[in-house]
């Protein structure tokens, strides 16, 4: 069974960067979608990012665009979410998901957390100075 492991959470001031890792074990990636989703508390659970790792495909929440970039490792076990101009708004557990698919990605299906089977246990980011 495909299991997930993110990393890479930290405190880090506004206006830094970050990078997160989201690394599987069990199966590679290369045909599966993986979806990037946090939660602050007391907020919903939003859906950032999504990356085909079949064909390359990414899409992007509105909150992220331009900020966020997600990327496939060489390995292909591995995905990123490289966090930049990080504000305290992205203060929140961050979560990596995988459903097995090689359709394109698009904000319309894959920022939503119910379509997906796997997910990691999280890692936390906190955004202050």
């Known amino acids: 069974q495909l299991q997930l492991v993110e990393s890479g959470g930290d405190l880090v001031q506004p206006g830094g960067s970050l990078r997160l890792s989201c690394t599987a074990s069990?199966?590679?990636?290369?045909?599966?979608?993986i979806g990037w989703f946090r939660q602050a508390p007391g907020k919903e659970f939003e859906g950032i990012s999504c990356i085909n790792s079949y064909g390359g495909s990414t899409a992007y929440a509105d909150s992220v665009k331009g900020r966020f970039t997600v990327s496939t490792g060489n390995n292909k076990s591995t995905v990123y979410l490289w966090m930049n101009s990080l504000k305290p708004e992205d203060t929140a557990a961050y979560y990596c998901?995988?459903?097995?698919?090689?359709?394109?990605?698009?904000?319309?299906?894959?920022?939503?957390?119910?379509?997906?089977?796997?997910w990691g246990q999280g890692t936390q980011v906190t955004v202050s100075s």
């Open positions: 069990g199966f590679p990636l290369d045909y599966y979608v």
């Open positions: 998901a995988a459903i097995a698919s090689v359709a394109e990605v698009r904000t319309s299906w894959c920022l939503q957390n119910w379509k997906y089977d796997y």
